[in-house]
């Protein structure tokens, strides 16, 4: 979508009519899906429909954003800068969004690599270790019981283990799909100690560079409100937003309306936007600030993890091999 709407500035930037740049980047479109839409749109603009409303019916490949930005491009005549700057919108969107996940890449490696190790020595080694052990007898010390016990519970009743967890996975994923559950856990998950404050940062940045842009592009402040309220996925927040743009409405400052859903820095800085009439250019500047401000905290949160998880793991496998000393010297002073 970035690529697209990149080579499609750079087209109309060149003079290109706006069915002939439709046509060739529908050519050179990778997703087929896209190349579909991209011919589908070309076809209902030669037929004398407007870009920004065919742009509008097909939400799944252009977000609201795209469609309002480029109905101001129509109404200035400067489509190929709109596109350049939906361009770099959605760049700066999907960078954000794959920097959280590569950073988060690492711990969920780990963590599938300790699960499989312990899963291993449950299954395998143990049980093997304990038919030594019987063998051999005598009274084993705490620690190996337990360790021999977890597992021959794993070893024999695994199926009925792995069915109990696909059971709770099931319900929880039919409770999150329930409007009313998903929308408490999204504002509970808002006070967690340190996801809480990154989602909130995160959604700051999304939603704010959206209204920014919005307004930049010529959008009055409701309807921006209103287009840059569906970037934020958490349901909470989104209601918040939604109870704030009809309060903005009425009259109200819109520093005052968010002060309960962004965080104080964000709403500083609207204030002084509202008051200096330069609210576009201070929406942009908060979003350079939390997009910066989540990159360092997912760094952090990521750097806090990595030995948590070896500490974890570590003591995981420290007390299978004191268990297994422990049984060992324990049956050489039967022994002798």
Same mark, same amino acid.
């Given at each position: 979508?970035?690529?697209?709407?990149?080579?499609?500035?750079?087209?109309?930037?060149?003079?290109?009519?706006?069915?002939?740049?439709?046509?060739?980047?529908?050519?050179?479109?990778?997703?087929?899906?896209?190349?579909?839409?991209?011919?589908?749109?070309?076809?209902?603009?030669?037929?004398?429909?407007?870009?920004?409303s065919t742009l509008a019916?097909?939400?799944?490949?252009?977000?609201?954003?795209?469609?309002?930005?480029?109905?101001?491009?129509?109404?200035?005549?400067?489509?190929?800068?709109?596109?350049?700057?939906?361009?770099?919108?959605?760049?700066?969107?999907?960078?954000?969004?794959?920097?959280?996940?590569? $950073?988060? %890449?690492?711990? +969920?490696?780990?963590? !599938?690599?300790? &699960?499989?190790?312990? =899963?291993?020595? *449950?299954?395998?080694?143990?049980?093997?270790?304990?038919?030594?052990?019987?063998?051999?007898?005598?009274?084993?010390?705490?620690?190996?019981?337990?360790?021999?016990?977890?597992?021959?519970?794993?070893?024999?009743?695994?199926?009925?283990?792995?069915?109990?967890?696909?059971?709770?996975?099931?319900?929880?994923?039919?409770?999150?799909?329930?409007?009313?559950?998903?929308?408490?856990?999204?504002?509970r998950r808002l006070q967690?100690?340190?996801?809480?404050?990154?989602?909130?940062?995160?959604?700051?940045?999304?939603?704010?560079?959206?209204?920014?842009?919005?307004?930049?592009?010529?959008?009055?402040?409701?309807?921006?409100?209103?287009?840059?309220?569906?970037?934020?996925?958490?349901?909470?927040?989104? $209601?918040? %937003?939604?109870? +704030?743009?009809?309060? !903005?409405?009425? &009259?109200?400052?819109? =520093?005052?309306? *968010?002060?309960?859903?962004?965080?104080?820095?964000?709403?500083?800085?609207?204030?002084?936007?509202?008051?200096?009439?330069?609210?576009?250019?201070?929406?942009?500047?908060?979003?350079?600030?939390?997009?910066?401000?989540?990159?360092?905290?997912?760094?952090?949160?990521?750097?806090?993890?990595?030995?948590?998880?070896?500490?974890?793991?570590?003591?995981?496998?420290?007390?299978?091999?004191?268990?297994?000393?422990?049984?060992?010297?324990?049956?050489?002073?039967?022994?002798?």
């Amino acid at each position: 979508m970035t690529r697209w709407a990149r080579n499609f500035a750079a087209l109309l930037g060149a003079g290109t009519p706006v069915d002939r740049a439709l046509e060739i980047t529908s050519e050179q479109a990778g997703n087929d899906g896209l190349a579909a839409v991209l011919s589908e749109l070309r076809e209902a603009v030669r037929e004398g429909a407007d870009l920004s409303s065919t742009l509008a019916g097909h939400p799944d490949y252009f977000p609201g954003v795209v469609p309002a930005m480029v109905q101001a491009g129509e109404a200035s005549g400067a489509l190929d800068t709109v596109f350049a700057q939906v361009a770099d919108h959605l760049e700066e969107v999907e960078e954000l969004r794959a920097q959280v996940r590569s $950073a988060l %890449l690492y711990p +969920a490696l780990m963590a !599938v690599v300790a &699960g499989i190790g312990v =899963a291993v020595m *449950l299954l395998f080694v143990i049980p093997r270790f304990a038919g030594i052990l019987e063998d051999v007898g005598g009274t084993l010390p705490l620690t190996s019981r337990i360790l021999i016990l977890a597992g021959d519970v794993t070893s024999r009743f695994w199926w009925l283990l792995l069915l109990a967890s696909g059971g709770i996975g099931f319900a929880l994923i039919e409770r999150y799909r329930q409007p009313e559950h998903r929308l408490r856990l999204h504002e509970r998950r808002l006070q967690w100690p340190v996801v809480g404050d990154l989602e909130r940062k995160y959604l700051t940045a999304r939603f704010t560079r959206t209204l920014g842009l919005l307004l930049h592009n010529g959008l009055s402040l409701i309807p921006a409100l209103r287009i840059a309220r569906a970037s934020v996925t958490n349901m909470h927040a989104a $209601a918040e %937003l939604d109870i +704030a743009t009809s309060t !903005v409405a009425e &009259g109200r400052s819109l =520093a005052q309306t *968010l002060r309960a859903t962004l965080p104080s820095l964000a709403i500083q800085m609207l204030a002084i936007g509202e008051e200096s009439g330069r609210l576009e250019d201070m929406c942009l500047r908060i979003a350079d600030t939390y997009d910066a401000e989540v990159r360092r905290a997912v760094k952090t949160a990521v750097a806090l993890i990595e030995p948590v998880m070896i500490v974890v793991f570590g003591a995981l496998v420290g007390f299978v091999a004191l268990a297994m000393l422990q049984a060992i010297y324990s049956i050489n002073t039967n022994v002798f």
